[in-house]
């Protein structure tokens, strides 16, 4: 399968495209078509999770062998890398909705599903790239992508990875996750600035030629390890597809029967490849991006107009504190009609004048299958008290983002009979002051305390993954100002032995 750039351009196969991440100019990696395949459930319904993956990456990563692709999904998914045999298993609150669980694996995230199968995929398209470059994985994280990509490329022979997060703008076990990371080859660096700053800042490294030369000087080349790359987004699709079966198992939904799907948004990756597993044929009816304060995409799904020119809020759902959505170019290509000379027009508007805006009928159209809306940190955590005290199930801040939205929406934005599924995206315990608000739990105590007094309280089990946390011993204390990004990556290149 070839790749073009959202903006046009050349095409490229698939290893190129997920050994560089970006395409030139700026523009993201898209099929040159998508897969024309309609999946059945008959199909699909006795594979595994392992099966599933493999039935999916082929369709993507056409250069791969099949016992290549095989041996890449069982060393990502299996019983060292996830708790749960079913790796995304389904919770069913009550006959409306359903919670997809993407929060089982090392990291207790969902960006563990991605990145657990993302460095093999990068290994061997530096492979057959003939690439014998070393490998710089740069990062930016509002908390989550961090630890999973850390954990994914720690101690990977000819890679190393640098981490940027926001100094203030993470959760205290997000930040404990990464500064005790362990492995020889990685870098955590905490910024004053916010995740956008991060991001930004690093897009200008991957786009700068004086950057890739430099690089290239010291024998090594940059790649990403966020959802920009092909390597990280389409592993998402996997789930929808595994949900979708694991709903009609449960004898929740019939064979072919819709359901919705509520995705907790930030960079617009998960949703985004909810989206393209319908393409694939997968039952969706309808896609509701749930935001928090940071509300520019609910703002979008509303009106039309995608206006970045705001203030940025640091919220108790982190990971979606971002006001510049990578994903999105992705996106509006398809609801553009994959036409990249708009997708050029738009996002020049966004990158020059800080807001886009499409007109009355692409909005009307693009709310047939998507809408948007949000929730402040307070009906956040009333959210995870209510449905504490309703079911005993304890959702994690980002999740009670998306239920909240559920709850706020009516039939004319969201079909209430056709059954939803909210994908819960974080462990509750990596986010303890919100949780401990809901549960009346005193949240100014040190973390650790108050995450033993959740699991006395709710009888959830603490995660094995934070045990091992709390007993290690922190590696990492960098902290820059978010000018002094580039200089840093720099030095550390020049370092690199
Ligand atoms: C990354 C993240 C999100 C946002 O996902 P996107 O793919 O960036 O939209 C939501 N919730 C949690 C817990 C996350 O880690």
């Not at 999916?56 to 060292?80: G, Q, R």
């Amino acid at each position: 399968m070839n790749y073009k750039s959202t903006r046009g351009g050349e095409l490229q196969n698939s290893t190129f495209a997920t050994l560089h991440g970006l395409a030139n100019g700026g523009g993201l990696y898209i099929p040159e078509k998508l897969p024309e395949v309609k999946l059945t459930y008959d199909e699909l319904k006795n594979l595994s999770y392992q099966e599933l993956s493999e039935k999916i990456i082929k369709l993507f990563f056409t250069e791969f062998s099949d016992e290549e692709i095989k041996n890449a999904v069982n060393n990502a998914y299996n019983n060292t890398t996830f708790t749960d045999e079913n790796i995304v298993p389904v919770h069913k609150l009550n006959e409306k909705v359903s919670f997809g669980e993407l929060f089982h694996g090392r990291t207790l995230a969902f960006k563990d599903l991605a990145l657990s199968l993302f460095p093999y995929l990068l290994l061997l398209s530096k492979e057959k790239q003939k690439e014998n470059k070393k490998i710089l994985i740069l990062a930016a994280t509002s908390g989550d992508t961090g630890k999973a990509a850390l954990e994914g490329f720690k101690d990977i022979d000819r890679i190393n990875i640098v981490v940027f997060y926001p100094k203030n703008g993470v959760s205290p076990m997000q930040e404990e996750q990464m500064r005790k990371q362990l492995g020889n080859n990685v870098e955590i660096v905490a910024i004053n600035g916010n995740f956008d700053d991060a991001q930004s800042a690093i897009k200008v490294i991957f786009s700068s030629e004086e950057f890739k030369k430099y690089a290239n000087d010291h024998n090594v080349m940059f790649s990403s390890a966020n959802s920009i790359n092909i390597g990280r987004l389409f592993p998402q699709i996997i789930y929808y597809v595994s949900t979708y079966v694991n709903l009609v198992k449960a004898g929740t939904i019939k064979p072919n029967e819709e359901f919705n799907v509520v995705v907790p948004t930030g960079n617009f990756g998960n949703i985004l490849a909810g989206f393209i597993a319908k393409k694939l044929g997968i039952p969706i009816k309808k896609f509701i991006s749930a935001s928090n304060k940071n509300k520019v995409l609910a703002d979008f799904f509303q009106t039309g107009i995608y206006n970045k020119n705001r203030d940025f809020y640091a919220t108790n759902s982190p990971s979606m504190d971002i006001l510049l959505s990578s994903n999105f170019e992705r996106y509006l290509y398809y609801a553009l009609n994959e036409n990249s000379e708009r997708v050029n027009e738009l996002i020049t508007n966004l990158l020059s004048g800080g807001e886009l805006s499409v007109n009355e009928e692409e909005l009307k159209n693009i709310q047939n299958e998507f809408y948007g809306e949000f929730s402040n940190d307070d009906e956040t955590v009333n959210a995870i008290k209510s449905v504490y005290e309703n079911y005993h199930y304890l959702m994690d801040p980002h999740t009670a983002v998306a239920y909240s939205v559920y709850e706020k929406l009516d039939n004319s934005n969201l079909d209430k009979n056709t059954h939803t599924i909210i994908m819960s995206t974080a462990h509750p315990f990596k986010f303890p002051t919100p949780i401990a608000k809901a549960l009346g739990i005193d949240e100014t105590k040190n973390p650790y305390t108050i995450l033993d007094e959740i699991s006395e309280t709710t009888g959830v089990k603490f995660p094995e993954k934070l045990t091992e946390v709390r007993n290690s011993e922190i590696r990492f204390s960098n902290v820059i100002d978010k000018a002094d990004i580039q200089d840093f990556v720099k030095k550390y290149i020049k370092d690199l032995k």
